[in-house]
């Protein structure tokens, strides 16, 4: 079965990097596209953007340019989203979600991300 | 970048009434790529509706999509206990995807 496991909870400190793992099992892992969202507390979803696994290219929504990085390990059939200059309204969940370009029809189970000094 | 708007905030019913959810686009919505999420306290989402009609694997005929261009329409026919929930649409059509605001759907 169609599996999206993240890596586990992070807690950073203000100006710190952190690095979220998305292990992709139970499909041809360069056959979808992977997204990746985030949900502060109590708010709404925000689109982060997008990586494509087969070739690596990617593209970033303008809010997060210049401090995210998505990248892709085909070996392990994982995506990795990298966000630096973290900041206290960086605080969220961070979602991995699987597209073939339709909408995203399987997400990760989130990892939550606290940014507190 | 495409804002979608999203209303009501909160929509109060009673289980076998029917709901409509709107979700409004800034500019037209390129293909009618445009998608519905439902999300439960504590969970991921998942994906009702895309392509603004077409039901997504599993999910029950009770939920539909319409409309196109810019205004665009989840209904659900008659509420079921599990279907209280935030709603989320998403335009995929642009380079930039966006979510609305969202509706919360609730027990009267």
């Known amino acids: 079965q169609v599996q999206l496991v993240q890596s586990g909870a992070e807690v950073k400190k203000p100006g710190a990097s952190v690095k979220v793992s998305c292990k992709a099992s139970?499909?041809?892992?360069?056959?979808?596209?992977i997204h990746w969202v985030r949900q502060a507390p109590g708010q709404g979803l925000e689109w982060m953007g997008i990586?494509?696994?087969?070739?690596?290219?990617?593209t970033y929504a303008q809010k997060f340019q210049g401090r995210v990085t998505m990248t892709r390990d085909t070996s392990t059939s994982t995506v990795y989203m990298e966000l630096s200059s973290l900041r206290s309204e960086d605080t969220a969940v961070y979602y991995c979600?699987?597209?073939?370009?339709?909408?995203?029809?399987?997400w990760g189970q989130g990892t939550l991300v606290t940014v507190s000094s | 970048e495409i804002v979608l708007t999203q209303s009501p905030g909160t929509l109060s019913l009673s289980p076998g009434e029917r709901a409509t959810l709107s979700c409004r686009a800034s500019?037209?919505?390129?293909?009618?790529?445009l998608a519905w999420y439902q999300q439960k306290p504590g969970q991921a989402p998942r994906l009702l509706i895309y392509?603004?009609?077409s039901r997504a694997t599993g999910i029950p005929d009770r939920f539909s999509g319409s409309g196109s261009g810019t205004d665009f329409t989840l209904t659900i026919s008659r509420l079921e206990p599990e279907d209280f929930a935030v709603y989320y649409c998403?335009?995929?059509?642009?380079?930039?995807?966006?979510f609305g605001g969202g509706t919360k759907v609730e027990i009267k």
């Open positions: 392509g603004a009609s």
């Open positions: 500019q037209s919505v390129s293909s009618n790529y």
């Open positions: 139970g499909y041809t892992f360069t056959s979808y596209y």
């Open positions: 998403q335009q995929y059509g642009s380079s930039s995807l966006t």
């Open positions: 990586i494509n696994p087969s070739g690596g290219s990617t």
């Open positions: 979600a699987r597209s073939d370009g339709d909408g995203s029809d399987y």
